[in-house]
C-alpha cells in the first residue's frame, strides 16, 4: 500500500533531487571562488608548540658521610736505654795508724764542798700569836655564862703585823666579836715562809674561841 502512494508522488522526489543538486553546486562555486583557500589557510597555520618541562620534587635532605675515624699514630717502640758499666774504684789501701796513748792527767785534789743550809719548810701564819697574850673574856658574859666563837679575817705582812682586819662570823653576842678583833689588831704572829722566805699572806682568818673553864 505504501509503494502505491509513493509512486503516485512523483514530484516530491524531484524536489529532493533538485535541492541536493544546488547544495553540490553551491559547494563547488565556494571552492573556486577563495573560500576554500581561506579554509586551506586556517588548516595551514603554524601550530606553535610549548615543551613543559616535568617539574620534579627536589631531593631529600641525605646527611653528610660522618668524616673519617681519625687514627692515632702508633707510640715509638720502646727502646732500653744501654747499660752502662761502671767501673768500681780500686779499694783504698789501708794507711796502719799509730795510736797515741795521752799520759794520765795529774787528779786535782778534792775541793770541798759548803754544806747547803737546811732548807726552812714553807708554813702559813702561825695560829698563835708571838706576842699580845690571849684575848679578855667579856665580862658580861661571863656573868651570864655564856661562850661564843668569832672569826676574824686579816693581811699579814712579812714582819707579823695584821692589819684590814673584819669579823667575817660571830656566835654568842656582839661583845665576843668586839673583844676577838682588838685583841688580833694588837697581836704580832709569825708571818708565812715560802722558800725559805717570810711573805705576806693577805685574808688569813684567825679563829678565837671564848669557852668557859
Not at 543538486?21 to 583557500?37: K, M, P, Q
Not at 796502719?96 to 719548810?121: E, K
Amino acid at each position: 500500500m505504501n509503494f502505491t502512494q509513493q509512486q503516485k508522488s512523483p514530484g516530491r522526489q524531484l524536489t529532493g533531487f533538485a535541492v541536493v543538486v544546488l547544495l553540490h553546486v553551491g559547494l563547488i562555486y565556494a571552492l573556486v571562488t577563495g573560500l576554500g583557500s581561506n579554509i586551506v589557510e586556517v588548516i595551514k597555520a603554524p601550530i606553535e608548540t610549548k615543551i613543559i618541562e616535568e617539574v620534579k620534587p627536589p631531593p631529600p635532605d641525605v646527611p653528610p658521610p660522618p668524616p673519617p675515624p681519625k687514627l692515632a699514630a702508633p707510640p715509638p717502640p720502646y727502646i732500653p736505654p744501654p747499660e752502662i758499666q761502671i767501673a768500681k774504684p780500686p779499694a783504698p789501701t789501708p794507711v796502719p795508724t799509730v795510736a797515741t796513748v795521752a799520759p794520765p792527767a795529774p787528779q786535782a785534789p778534792p775541793v770541798a764542798r759548803p754544806q747547803a743550809a737546811p732548807a726552812v719548810p714553807d708554813s702559813e701564819v702561825s695560829a698563835r700569836p708571838i706576842s699580845g697574850g690571849s684575848p679578855k673574856y667579856p665580862p658580861r658574859m661571863l656573868d651570864q655564862g655564856r661562850e661564843g666563837h668569832v672569826d676574824v679575817t686579816c693581811d699579814v705582812d712579812t714582819d707579823g703585823k695584821t692589819s684590814n682586819c673584819t669579823v667575817t662570823s660571830v656566835t654568842g653576842g656582839q661583845a665576843f666579836a668586839d673583844s676577838a678583833l682588838e685583841y688580833v689588831k694588837t697581836a704580832r704572829y709569825k708571818p708565812a715562809i715560802k722558800n725559805g722566805v717570810a711573805v705576806a699572806e693577805p685574808h688569813h682568818t684567825f679563829s678565837i674561841g671564848f669557852t668557859l673553864k
